[in-house]
């Protein structure tokens, strides 16, 4: 038997990152020995495209993953599978149908929806379909019988996460995600990991999707498995960085030091970065950090007003987020901060407390995107409750777009504040060249951008020159009359912590 799976991208991520889901839950197929491929819709152009790998591949499985910002194509990349294989079983997985399983099975004609964790629900499904056996005792499945939806029991969380075999990025046009300039500082060529699963917090625009696909607690691989993979990789990819995707990477801070442990006893040479929270870091760990390789920490900040974070339940104070960033300028570990306009509440002056507080903290980098309402979350059901959403079906959901009526805002005046904290980050930026006193304390800044180009200068120039090209051009397109979100929300959507 073959499954074949599709994350449904069809080149709407401009860099594409690697769909760990369906290669977590490829390599559990290959382990239990079924033929799997997928189908990498990344560097499609369009849906012929699909139709063809279709008729090359001829699965006899299907599978989807099926985040809520994809519903669109995967909706007509469905109806195209049924078109041209009519009698094959469609199976759809990831966070969307995890939420909303039965919905999904209706409204988009799949047979099977897969609840949370794939890879030991997937294999048993397999065999199922395989064997022609009773799918009822498939744990963590919704599925259709006849007019009725018979929902199983769920599947546990995969308790030890080094069982799992690693990510089949051998299926994958690997080539293409090498060849991706990756955010300044990172270095290039990089590819991500994943070392853990779940996060314990419970921010109102994410946990709940959060917790239904992993569980309420954080389970982390063990730190020798996970630097296992990252030598691996670096040495069968001659990777320079390595993304770290974790959701909170830096949770466990026990955790976390016996990783650098293991990346400095081994000499691992490859520069990493990672996602975290202000108030789980301390000055130890930044330090044991940056001598493991650590050369790049997103945080969550979201605001600077203590009353807007306390609405998302972030369960950070404002003091925390200085303190975090203040040990990352002391130890030379270059941040970004991640940022969300447009939450409900916001005014002007909850506005102008995020731009002090950029001013205070002088993070390196920013990615500002608009507060969204995202099907599962807290914040949706919130939203809708108070009717505060234009949302008219969750596949209207993109990563372009707000969808929050507010009360002080319209939704061009919401971009206008995007535009703006910008303007003031390059201001704060642009004025470490007048002072020498800034310009010293900021060198590691300066130091990583360098580090960067010149990186990639020598491996790929061709690359490098269209990268600085893209970046010039960026901030044309950001500060001109055509300003969109699309590239801001896109690059918050994808690190958002
Ligand atoms: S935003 Fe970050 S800290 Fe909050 S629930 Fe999501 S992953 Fe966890």
């Given at each position: 038997m073959k499954l074949t799976l599709v994350y449904p991208t069809f080149g709407m991520e401009k860099n594409p990152v690697q769909p760990f889901g369906?290669?977590?839950?490829?390599?559990a197929l290959q382990k239990a020995d079924f033929e799997v491929s997928i189908i990498d819709t990344s560097l499609f152009s369009g849906f012929d495209e699909f139709?063809?790998?279709?008729?090359?591949?001829?699965?006899?499985?299907?599978?989807?993953?099926?985040?809520?910002?994809?519903?669109?194509?995967?909706?007509?990349?469905?109806?195209?599978?049924?078109?041209?294989?009519?009698?094959?079983?469609?199976?759809?997985g990831g966070p969307h149908p995890t939420i909303q399983a039965e919905e999904m099975l209706e409204s988009f004609g799949a047979d099977v929806a897969c609840i949370g964790e794939g890879e030991i629900t997937t294999v048993e499904l397999c065999e199922a379909l395989k064997n022609k056996t009773d799918l009822q005792r498939v744990k963590g499945i919704v599925y259709r019988d006849g007019d009725r939806f018979i929902r199983t029991p769920p599947r546990e969380k995969v308790k030890d996460l080094d069982t799992l075999a690693w990510p089949a990025r051998d299926l994958l046009n690997i080539s293409a995600y090498l060849q991706q300039p990756p955010n300044p500082p990172e270095l290039y060529p990089l590819l991500g990991i994943l070392a853990s699963r779940g996060c314990p917090f419970s921010c109102t625009f994410c946990a709940d999707t959060l917790h239904e696909l992993f569980?309420?607690?954080?389970?982390?691989?063990?730190?020798?498995?996970?630097?296992?993979?990252?030598?691996?990789?670096?040495?069968?990819?001659?990777l320079r960085g390595i993304r770290i995707v974790d959701d909170e990477f830096t949770a466990n801070n026990k955790w976390v030091m016996k990783f650098c442990d293991e990346m400095i006893r081994r000499k691992v040479k490859?520069?990493?970065?990672?996602?975290?929270?202000?108030?789980?870091?301390?000055?130890?760990?930044?330090?044991?950090?940056?001598?493991?390789?650590?050369?790049?920490?997103?945080?969550?900040?979201?605001?600077?007003?203590?009353?807007?974070?306390?609405s998302l339940r972030k369960e950070i104070k404002v003091e925390e987020i200085k303190r975090a960033f203040a040990i990352c300028n002391k130890y030379g570990l270059p941040t970004r901060c991640n940022l969300m306009v447009g939450s409900p509440g916001e005014t002007m002056d909850t506005f102008n407390e995020t731009k002090r507080l950029l001013s205070d903290i002088e993070p390196d980098f920013i990615i500002v995107g608009i507060t969204s309402p995202i099907p599962g979350t807290e914040l949706y059901d919130q939203a809708k409750a108070k009717g505060i959403t234009i949302a008219k079906s969750d596949s209207s959901i993109d990563r372009f777009q707000s969808l929050l009526i507010l009360e002080n805002f319209t939704h061009q005046e919401?971009?206008?504040?995007?535009?703006?904290?910008?303007?003031?980050?390059?201001?704060?930026?642009?004025?470490?060249?007048?002072?020498p006193v800034q310009l010293f304390k900021k060198r590691h800044f300066f130091?990583?951008?360098?580090?960067?180009?010149?990186?990639?200068?020598?491996?790929?120039?061709?690359?490098?020159?269209?990268?600085?090209?893209?970046?010039?051009?960026?901030?044309?397109?950001?500060?001109?009359?055509?300003?969109?979100?699309?590239?801001?929300?896109?690059?918050?959507r994808k690190f958002i912590c």
């Open positions: 369906i290669l977590y839950v490829a390599a139709e063809q790998a279709l008729s090359r591949e001829k699965p006899d499985v299907l599978g989807f993953t099926i985040p809520t910002w994809l519903l669109n194509n995967s909706y007509k990349a469905i109806k195209i599978a049924r078109r041209v294989m009519p009698r094959i079983p469609i199976i759809v569980g309420k607690s954080i389970r982390y691989r063990s730190p020798k498995d996970v630097v296992d993979e990252m030598e691996f990789i670096t040495h069968k990819y001659k490859v520069s990493w970065s990672c996602n975290s929270r202000v108030d789980t870091v301390s000055e130890e760990l930044i330090q044991k950090m940056k001598e493991a390789g650590c050369s790049y920490i997103i945080f969550g900040v979201e605001s600077g007003s203590q009353q807007i974070l306390d919401t971009v206008g504040l995007v535009k703006n904290l910008f303007h003031h980050y390059f201001k704060i930026v642009a004025s470490y060249l007048y002072n130091k990583a951008i360098f580090r960067y180009f010149y990186n990639m200068f020598a491996q790929n120039p061709r690359l490098c020159l269209s990268t600085v090209l893209h970046l010039v051009n960026y901030q044309k397109v950001r500060f001109g009359n055509a300003l969109t979100v699309a590239n801001v929300v896109e690059e918050q």
